[in-house]
């Protein structure tokens, strides 16, 4: 038996079971009714803003494909990628093992568009890059101009630390971008490699990457509640380490681990606001595009079925 098969899914249930009990704990004397009061409270435009969010937030996504179709050179309609971005990412946001799962929709997707297995792996690669530039330079910047974000987990002030970690990963953006432009070797994983993108793509890459992360947060920061709302840099924050850990739990859509981190960060707000903002991320950034996914699958499948498969 190959225990590493199953390792990271193991890993992923004991978070969510983990993190679900500490949920609870948390927001135990409250019930449903609260719940469904804190959710109504919401008034018409801040569902409208969270929703143009989300929106937002998967164009942005799609920008990752057409980001990495642009660096192997290759065409395939604008429609179809961001169909297939869309699809790829709400499937995988929800399952987990977002690196794993995308390569495997991709691969049935774009090889349709006659993407070699090599292809694919360059733009799952490039797209992961892509999220990973975004969320260290995003997450820089919050460390610099707002060091008391880690405060709001940590108990006790680190500044000093806390704004040399923001500069740290600023300089490993800035050391990005100048191995780009000095043209350095290729990253080699056997006869697999990853040139550097060009400095144009890279510009794509520090733009539209960190646009997807600012609508996200974006999507929670209207639905919160206005009393005790610290603003929206200090949500960004909160947002980036709670969608870090979660990510890092392996937990599928971070279930329980994304909740319980949050509602740390924002300890000072009625929780049952916070809890409210949390279930219309869920909705907007993980349920509908679930729901519309699957009906893409279906309908892919379908399509190919009728041309014989591939």
């Not at 000093?160 to 490993?172: E, K, N, P, Q, R």
């Not at 960190?210 to 960004?236: H, K, Q, R, T």
């Amino acid at each position: 038996m190959n225990w590493r098969r199953y390792f990271w899914p193991v890993v992923g249930i004991a978070a969510v079971v983990f993190s679900l009990w500490l949920l609870l704990h948390e927001l135990r004397g409250i019930s449903l009714d609260d719940v469904w009061d804190g959710i109504v409270a919401i008034p018409g435009r801040g569902w409208m803003l969270a929703a143009l969010s989300s929106v937002i937030a998967y164009a942005s996504l799609a920008g990752y494909d057409h980001i990495a179709l642009l660096h192997i050179g290759k065409k395939v309609s604008w429609l179809f990628v961001t169909f297939c971005s869309f699809t790829t990412y709400a499937l995988s946001h929800n399952i987990g093992g977002s690196v794993f799962s995308g390569a495997v929709i991709r691969y049935r997707a774009y090889g349709t568009r006659g993407l070699t297995g090599k292809d694919v792996g360059v733009l799952v690669a490039i797209c992961w890059i892509t999220f990973v530039l975004s969320t260290i330079l995003v997450s820089g910047l919050v460390l610099v101009f707002e060091p008391e974000i880690i405060d709001r987990f940590s108990g006790a002030p680190h500044h000093g630390l806390t704004m040399a970690a923001g500069v740290a990963m600023l300089l490993l953006v800035a050391t990005y971008v100048f191995g780009s432009w000095l043209h350095l070797r290729p990253l080699k994983i056997g006869s697999f490699q990853i040139h550097y993108p060009a400095l144009p793509i890279v510009a794509r890459q520090l733009l539209i990457g960190p646009i997807e992360l600012l609508a996200a947060a974006a999507i929670i920061f209207f639905a919160l509640p206005v009393s005790g709302n610290p603003g929206y840099f200090v949500v960004l924050g909160v947002f980036l380490v709670s969608f870090s850990v979660a990510q890092i739990s392996h937990a599928p859509g971070g279930l329980g681990v994304f909740e319980v981190v949050f509602l740390a960060g924002l300890s000072h707000m009625d929780p049952v606001g916070v809890l409210a903002a949390l279930l219309v991320f869920r909705l907007f950034y993980l349920i509908i595009p679930l729901v519309i996914a699957l009906g893409v699958v279906l309908y892919f499948e379908h399509s190919q079925l009728g041309r014989g498969g591939n």
